[in-house]
């Protein structure tokens, strides 16, 4: 499986956020003894973009991935990293890139034209499809400077919510937990009509329900808790709004990880996803479980 044995693949741009980017992709590489390969998209036609002022990257941009993956071994030292540097579009070859890679990493807005929007448009095309789970790590420019230190204290969190991409998300949860040795904070945000029924009398009872979900949740766990036994598990069922809840957790979380809709999924939400809320609005780096990325043939027929 790619899955399990591919490399960690990190698009570069030059940018300060795809330096931090480059150290958490380190951070990976290290923590799951992979190699690290830094990729360069240059679309056809189009100049090589200069590195940004003290960033990796001679002023030309043509060896940014060569020096994306110095900038690796020498953060990590030890890990095995190469860089390429490939013709087309960055969403395109970072998606060919990823099906046989265990994990993608991008920063969340490079050199995106919309310096103030939340993601930037490569970050959130990957996001929404890829080939291997891919980590959007906000704000990546925090982690640039040559005093920056990685966070280490944080949980790692999980949404669920009973889907099968939530079931992807717990599953790269309690191992990505593992390889951390951090607590793992599998939360459920559950609505009830009660909670926005309008008039005086707001004091309804909703214990069987917040029980319901915790029996539920820790039902769900037990698997993947027998297989992990050192990770400190919490359970938390919380009513109210997913991407609210989501959201706020990110802010203490060390790392977020989610579930989106895949195109093999028996079951296609019909509005957005909450993913691709949270992702516009996390604090926290977010770890994107993905699934197959084509529908299989026979399923297909």
């Known amino acids: 499986m790619a899955y399990e044995y591919g490399p960690i693949v990190v698009g570069v741009d030059g940018s300060a956020d795809s330096t931090g980017a480059v150290r958490w992709a380190a951070d990976e590489a290290c923590r799951w003894t992979r190699t690290l390969v830094a990729v360069h998209a ?32 020498r953060w990590c030292v030890g890990v095995a990293a190469t860089g390429e540097t490939r013709a087309g579009p960055p969403v395109d070859v970072l998606r060919q890139m990823a099906e046989q890679a265990r994990l993608l990493v991008v ?59 939530a079931g992807r998300a717990l599953r790269l949860a309690f ?38 979900v915790h029996e539920s949740l820790c039902a769900v766990a037990q698997p993947w808790r027998a297989r992990y036994p050192l990770v400190e598990v919490e359970i938390r069922g919380e009513p109210g709004d997913p991407v609210m809840a989501l959201t706020t957790a ?8 989610l579930g989106t809709r895949c195109p093999a999924d028996p079951v296609q939400p019909s509005r957005p996803s909450v993913s691709s809320r949270v992702l516009r609005y996390a604090a926290c780096p977010v770890l994107v479980a993905h699934g197959p990325s084509r529908v299989p043939a026979a399923a297909a027929a």
Do not use: M, Y
């Not at 959130?124 to 982690?143: E, I, K, Q």
């Not at 990110?250 to 990880?257: F, I």
């Open 107 to 165: 920063g969340g807005r490079g050199t995106s034209r919309h310096p103030t929007a939340p993601l930037g448009p490569v970050s959130r095309a990957l996001a929404a499809r890829a080939g291997a789970p891919v980590l959007v790590v906000h704000n990546a420019r925090r982690w640039a400077s040559p005093d920056a230190v990685l966070p280490r204290d944080g949980p790692v969190v999980v949404g669920f919510d009973g889907s099968d991409s």
């Open 42 to 73: 240059v679309e056809p036609g189009e100049p090589a973009k200069p590195a940004e002022p003290g960033q990796p990257g001679p002023a030309g941009g043509a060896d940014i991935a060569a020096a994306a993956a110095a900038e690796a071994r």
């Open 250 to 257: 990110s802010q203490w979380a060390g790392l977020l990880v």
């Open 175 to 212: 191992a990505e937990a593992a390889a951390r040795c951090s607590r793992l904070v599998i939360l459920q945000a559950w609505q009830h009509l009660e909670l926005w029924r309008p008039g005086g009398d707001r004091a309804a009872d909703l214990c069987d329900n917040a029980t319901v």
